[in-house]
C-alpha cells in the first residue's frame, strides 16, 4: 500500500479489520466452514424463539471460549432444542461479512474487525456483547542478534499484517520508545515486516526476520525454534490485561432473539468458568477441536505455554478496545472513530448477576 495514496476512514478501518488472531494451521482467507463438531439439541428439549442459532468462531486458541463450549456441549445445554449452527473462519473480514449477510448470528472476534463492522455501518451491523479472552502476545526475537529491547533498533521485526492489531500495539510502542517509522511502509528505526502467521517461523528460521510482535500460537511456535520472548504485551496494560477476542451479535438478531442471546452468552460465562477450573482438560478439549477442524493437533512445545498466556474471562475490557482504536490513530493507521454504542453488555450483566459475578463496565461505549 503506498505511502502516497490519501488516508481515508474506509481504507484504513478495511486495513485494521484484517485481523487474523492467532491462526492455527490455518492461513487468511474468505470461506468459512461447518466445525462438524457441535453437540446436537437434545430431542424433546423446549426451543427458545428462534429454531437455531448461527455461531461463527476461528479455529484458534483465544477462541477457546466457542472450541470448547462448543466441543463439550456447554453452550447447546443452555440452548436447549435451540441447536447450535456453528462455521469457522480464517479472517475477521470474513467473519463480519457473514454477520451482514444473515449467515452468523453471533460470533467470537478480535478487536479491529469488531470496530471496523461497526464503524463501516455507522452504528447499525453489529453489538459487541461481551468478552472471551486476553493477552496472548509476545514480542519473540532471535537472542543471538537481539539481547535487550533497544537492540531492535535496525532490526526486522514481523507483524501479522497492515494495521491488525499486533502491527498497531508495535507501531504504538515503537512510538512511544521515540523511534520513527512509517506506518503504512514499515521502514524506519525498525524495520516492521507483515508477514502472515503461518509464514513467521519459517521466515524466522530463514533469518529473513530477526524477531516477531505476534499472538499465540505463533509466539510459542518461535520459542520452540530457539528464539525468546524478550516482552509479553500483557505487561504493557493495565492488570495486564486488554481485549484479544470479543463476542458479537447482529443488531437485528439480538432484537428479535434476546433470549437465544442470553442463552448463548450463560453459555459462555459457564464455559469460561469450567475452563479456568480445569485448565488442562479444557486444553486438551481445545486441541482435540483444532485438530478436528484444522486436522492437526498442536504439539506440547507449543500448546502449553501458550495456552497458558491467554485469560479466559467474560469482561469485554471495553477500555482496552477505547485505547487500541486511539493507538490505531496516533500510529496514522485510523481516522478517529465514533465507537459509541458499540457494546451492549445488559445481556451479560444480566448473566453474571444470576451467576453471583461482578458485572462489567462499558467504558462509556454503550448502546442507549
Known sequence: MSAARPRTPLRTLAAVAALPLLLTACGYGSQSNDSGDQAKAASGAKKLSADSVKIGYFPNLTHGTALVGVQKGLLQKELGGTEIKPSTFNAGPSEIEALNAGSIDIGWIGPSPSINGYTKSKGKSLRIIGGSASGGVKLVVNPKKIKSLDDLKGKKIATPQFGNTQDVAFLNWIAEKGWKVDAQ???????????DNKITPDAYKSGSIDGAWVPEPTASKLVAEGGRTILDESDLWPDKKFVITN????????????????????????????INANPEKAKESANAALQKLSGKALPADVIDPAWKSIDFLDDPLASTLDSEAKHAVKSGLLEQPDLKGIYDLKPLNKVLKAEGEDEVDDAGLGAK
Not at 185 to 195: F, I, N
Not at 254 to 272: F, I, M, W, Y
Open 247 to 274: 463476542i458479537i451479535v447482529s443488531q437485528k438478531f439480538l432484537k428479535e432473539h434476546p433470549d437465544v442471546v442470553e442463552a448463548v452468552l450463560r453459555g459462555s460465562v459457564k464455559t469460561n468458568k469450567w
Open 185 to 195: 511502509s514499515g521502514k524506519g528505526d525498525v524495520s516492521v515486516v507483515r508477514t
